[in-house]
């Protein structure tokens, strides 16, 4: 990845941790929370590996002896953690990614791969649908490409209007599932 920019210590992400207790108005120093800086800065590590990946490279690796099969790819139900980027607040759901492949197929489990290393960053839900789409049409370059996700966002369950319950369903259609009928019902209704 490029232009990534430069990170702090592990010291500095500390002490901001420790000033947000102290604006959220608690004792950085008692007991319970002596460690908590030290955990969260390492818990980033983890919530935000995809800023440590180029998930396109998961669909470099393909397979092109596919016996004829022409008919769409669709993996559902995947599970989505994502951080909305203008609360830093985690929203959560399911994607559902399909293609309809020319002579090659990825690995199924890369598909998973793709939507965990464009979500584990700060995100807001329409670009992350968009960059999952995108990566696919462009490196397998398949006759179509369809996402759909759809998540509750806790900046809204949470704060704000606090509406628990409310989901927020994005898509992006690409190729013959935007463009065909038959392909665009058949893969609406396998991601529902
Ligand atoms: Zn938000």
Redesign the pocket.
Known sequence: MTDKPSRPSVEEAEAAVRTLIRWAGDDPDREGLLETPARVTRSYRELFHGYEEDPREYLKRTFEEVHGYDELVVLSNIPVVSF??????P?QGRAHVGYLPSNRVVGISKLARVVGGFARRLQ?QEKLTAEIAGAIQDILQPRGVGVVIRSE????TMR?VNTPGTWLTTSTLLGAVRDDSRTRHEFLELAR
């Not at 909305?84 to 607040?89: A, D, G, Q, S, V």
């Not at 966002?153 to 809204?156: A, I, K, V, Y």
Request: glycine letters at 8%; charged letters at 10%.
């Open positions: 909305c980027e203008h609360h830093m607040l929203f807001i966002h806790s900046c809204m704000g």
